[in-house]
């Protein structure tokens, strides 16, 4: 059983950089065909996709989030990581890592960490 945890500071300040860890468990990040994603939900609106990185180790991103996102792994470690910058309050949001394989559908979510940008 697939398990994933996020980590990371709950309260970041505007203009600062966001960095979240996705650590996981029970699988590794390098299966093939496995893509490890971050999404989150803003209060009151819907999921939104951040970007993903394959079990190859190429990365995706959403355009609109593109010139401030990161994401990364650490192999030995098993874990990914997401980097935002220069975060505004909109950046509040309950952040999820979530895996899934290749053309099928979200199979495994982490719990979800709260990220509040404020001063």
């Known amino acids: 059983q697939v398990q994933l945890q996020e980590s990371g500071p709950g309260l970041v300040k505007p203009s600062q950089t966001l960095s979240l860890t996705c650590t996981v468990s029970?699988?590794?990040?390098?299966?093939?065909?496995?893509?490890w994603s971050w999404i989150r939900q803003p209060p009151g609106k819907g999921l939104e996709y951040m970007g993903a990185?394959?079990?190859?180790?190429?990365?995706y991103y959403s355009p609109s989030l593109k010139s401030r996102t990161s994401i990364s792994r650490d192999t030995s470690m098993n874990h990914v990581t997401l980097q935002l910058s220069s975060v505004t309050p909109e950046d509040t949001a309950v952040y999820y890592c979530?895996?899934?394989?290749?053309?099928?559908?979200?199979?495994?979510w982490g719990q979800g960490t709260q990220v509040t940008v404020s001063s």
């Open positions: 979530a895996s899934r394989r290749e053309g099928g559908l979200y199979d495994n």
């Open positions: 990185i394959a079990y190859s180790g190429s990365t």
């Open positions: 029970g699988g590794s990040i390098t299966a093939n065909y496995y893509y």
